[in-house]
């Protein structure tokens, strides 16, 4: 097994991610040749840079990532994220799983994830734009329509993309909307990205009630998370007719059991940036949307939410994971032995790279497809994934996590073997 020199990409979701994929490697019987190189990303880039806050005398050095896990399927693919805590290796943990899930859902990519270390709460407008555009600059040599194409992730949104868009577009001399996805439909974005990843999770809800024997029209849900995925998901399972009956954001969560009005929340999120000081439900303690009685858990936040010390006291019989790595390997165990449906984040929130992909697919034709288009499209790929992968588990007798993971392990571990090795 190959352990990187330095252990340079250590880091808790590293070692999530690595691990999970060396049990299935093993399990699979993986050619250790192949194991060893897929361990490991292809190419990592981190940089550090200056920037100025808006008080003029105040600069600081931060620190970007972008890491290529797989040029092997075609261009890479990924979020760029800004947190406060984002590090190589969690930068490098979501990039492969970003290659298992584009295997998983059949599009043409291979996984990159990027990430500046800063806390997106503490920047204005101005702030957030200076450092867009100059990590952009800093990757520019990385990125591009046919070899690296960034998208939305924690912290980021589409004016992000935008500006993105703009200083690649600058750099080279004329407009390259291909370069990234998840930006404005004004610029070439896609109808109904925004909506895709939420949107992804909840199509999969009648076949994982199925599986457990559920009435998929009478399912309530909680959904730690109310930015892109979380809301969307919310919007969707609304629309649906099911009960949503909690939310959360970094501030806190709602919780009506008889079902929040997710119109009324996300207009007041709109007009007051978070949850708290919503008035027509009752504003409780984040961490206890985990364990509210509810059918479905949708953790769409952060990583590393369902754990050893709460896995036990969730009373939902189905987790849709909206958010990348929201489950420890000890959380997913206890789970497991539980009798709760995981549908793993590989799975569950490829929405948004699908529509990702249809983006950068019109991008390059400069030939848009309609919103019933788009959306007919994302469902069919979704439930056809879904079927897939729990073909696989019925197959190999194993959990959704571990048959995705076949899926997408045993797809990239083909196209390895039959391109061979240069020189
Ligand atoms: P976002 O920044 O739009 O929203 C994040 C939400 O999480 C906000 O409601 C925020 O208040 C909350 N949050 C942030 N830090 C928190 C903390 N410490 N505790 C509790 N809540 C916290 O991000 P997003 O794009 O919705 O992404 C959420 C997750 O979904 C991430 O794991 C991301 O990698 C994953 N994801 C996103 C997409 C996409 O299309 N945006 C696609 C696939 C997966």
Redesign the pocket.
């Known amino acids: 097994m190959t352990t990187p020199v330095g252990n340079e990409f250590q880091s808790p979701m590293y070692h999530e991610a690595a691990g999970q994929f060396d049990r299935v490697a093993r399990l699979m019987g993986l050619d250790d040749n192949v194991a060893d190189r897929l361990r490991v990303p292809q190419k990592s880039t981190m940089v550090s840079f200056p920037f100025r806050r808006d008080t003029y005398s105040e600069v600081e050095t931060l620190f970007g990532y972008r890491v290529q896990h797989l040029t092997t399927m075609g261009p890479t693919k990924g979020?760029i994220?800004y947190a406060a805590d984002v590090d190589l290796g969690e930068v490098a943990a979501?990039a492969m799983l970003m290659t298992w899930k584009c295997a998983i859902v059949g599009v043409p990519f291979g996984g990159a994830k990027g990430g500046v270390r800063v806390d997106p709460m503490g920047l204005s407008r101005a702030e957030l734009q200076r450092v867009t555009r100059r990590f952009t600059m800093e990757i520019i040599n990385v990125i591009g329509p046919e070899t690296d194409i960034p998208?939305?992730?924690?912290?980021t949104?589409e004016q992000v993309m935008a500006w993105l868009m703009d200083t690649y577009s600058q750099h080279v001399g004329h407009s390259v909307p291909a370069v990234v996805t998840?930006k404005p439909p004004a610029l070439g974005g896609s109808v109904a990205r925004r909506e895709?990843?939420g949107r992804g999770l909840m199509f999969l809800l009648p076949q994982a009630a199925g599986i457990r024997q559920m009435n998929p029209n009478e399912l309530t849900i909680a959904i730690?998370?109310?930015?892109?995925?979380?809301r969307y998901a919310a919007i969707a399972g609304h629309q649906m007719g099911l009960r949503i009956a909690a939310v959360?954001?970094?501030s806190g969560a709602l919780y009506d059991p008889e079902g929040l009005d997710v119109d009324a929340v996300a207009k007041w999120v709109d007009e007051n940036r978070f949850l708290e000081g919503f008035p027509d439900a009752d504003f409780i303690d984040?961490d206890k949307i985990f364990v509210l009685p509810v059918d479905v858990l949708v953790p769409?936040?952060?990583?590393n939410v369902i754990r050893a010390d709460n896995a036990g006291d969730i009373q939902a019989k189905i987790v849709i994971e909206?958010?990348?790595g929201p489950t420890t390997i000890e959380g997913d165990d206890i789970l497991r032995e539980r009798g709760i449906l995981v549908i793993p984040d590989i799975l569950a929130?490829a929405g948004?790279?699908t529509v990702s992909y249809f983006e950068w697919v019109q991008d390059v034709q400069k030939y848009f497809w309609t919103e019933n288009e788009v959306v007919a499209r994302l469902r069919e790929i979704m439930t056809r994934a879904f079927s897939d992968v729990h073909n696989v588990a019925l197959n190999e007798d194993v959990d959704l996590r571990t048959a995705a993971l076949i899926k997408g392990i045993r797809k990239v571990a083909d196209a390895k073997l039959v391109r061979g090795i240069f020189p």
């Open positions: 979020g994220r979501l998208a939305p992730d924690l912290g949104n998840g895709a990843t730690h998370g109310f930015g892109n995925v979380g959360s954001d970094i984040g769409a936040a952060i990583q909206g958010a990348n929130n948004g790279v």
